[in-house]
T-cell receptor, first 117, second 112 residues
Framework: AQTVTQSQPEMSVQEAETVTLSCTYDTSENNYYLFWYKQPPSRQMILVIRQEAYKQQNATENRFSVNFQKAAKSFSLKISDSQLGDTAMYFCAFMKPVFGATNKLIFGTGTLLAVQP | DGGITQSPKYLFRKEGQNVTLSCEQNLNHDAMYWYRQDPGQGLRLIYYSQIVNDFQKGDIAEGYSVSREKKESFPLTVTSAQKNPTAFYLC???????????FGSGTRLTVV
């Protein structure tokens, strides 16, 4: 069974600084997707970034980028130029994509990020 | 705008009562999911449905039931058999040919 581990329950960063959130996972699969979701105080789950395991290039979305280390089973999220609106709970998630199957998301326990002014 | 609507946002029930959480989507998505969120535990899958009139148990289905009579709707009933029902419940949907989820804004259920 796949598992996702986020070892940092809480983190804090100053506005405009850079912060890295850690995520490790365990799987015997070779083809899978990894995600970072953001859950602000409104509790709406928002997709931040997605990485396909077959892609060697790390995904980036504006100020958000990942460091995907497949052999180490590590998937960290870097937030550059942190903004107050980045304050949220961040979840790392794993999916084994199979057409027609469950395609469920397996979530880590989350990291609560506070951006300080 | 297309999206997922969960209602109500907050729900209070007495212990021993069944309660139904609503989830409606107008995205024309085939697959729908219910997740439960507890502090320090992330999100866990309760039930999912890939087509109308079909649904499957997830990882923590005990004490819950669902129906999928319409493509747009996937209500979740929390029964009296659920031992610890107080939690935040999230509904999600997905197109069959995509691996991206769309989430609703959730329902906070408190059982007293």
């Amino acid at each position: 069974a796949q598992t996702v581990t986020q070892s940092q329950p809480e983190m804090s960063v100053q506005e405009a600084e850079t912060v890295t959130l850690s995520c490790t996972y365990d799987t015997s699969e070779n083809n899978y997707y990894l995600f970072w979701y953001k859950q602000p105080p409104s509790r709406q789950m928002i997709l931040v970034i997605r990485q396909e395991a077959y892609k060697q290039q790390n995904a980036t979305e504006n100020r958000f980028s990942v460091n995907f280390q497949k052999a180490a089973k590590s998937f960290s999220l870097k937030i550059s130029d942190s903004q107050l609106g980045d304050t949220a709970m961040y979840f790392c998630a794993f999916m084994k994509p199979v057409f027609g199957a469950t395609n469920k998301l397996i979530f880590g326990t989350g990291t609560l990020l506070a951006v300080q002014p | 705008d297309g999206g997922i609507t969960q209602s109500p946002k907050y729900l209070f029930r007495k212990e021993g009562q069944n309660v139904t959480l609503s989830c409606e989507q107008n995205l024309n998505h085939d697959a729908m999911y219910w997740y439960r969120q507890d502090p320090g535990q992330g999100l866990r899958l309760i039930y999912y449905s890939q087509i109308v009139n079909d649904f499957q148990k997830g990882d923590i289905a005990e004490g819950y039931s669902v129906s999928r009579e319409k493509k747009e709707s996937f209500p979740l009933t929390v029964t009296s058999a659920q031992k610890n029902p107080t939690a935040f419940y999230l509904c999600a949907s997905r197109r069959t040919d995509s691996y991206g989820y769309t989430f609703g804004s959730g329902t906070r259920l408190t059982v007293v």
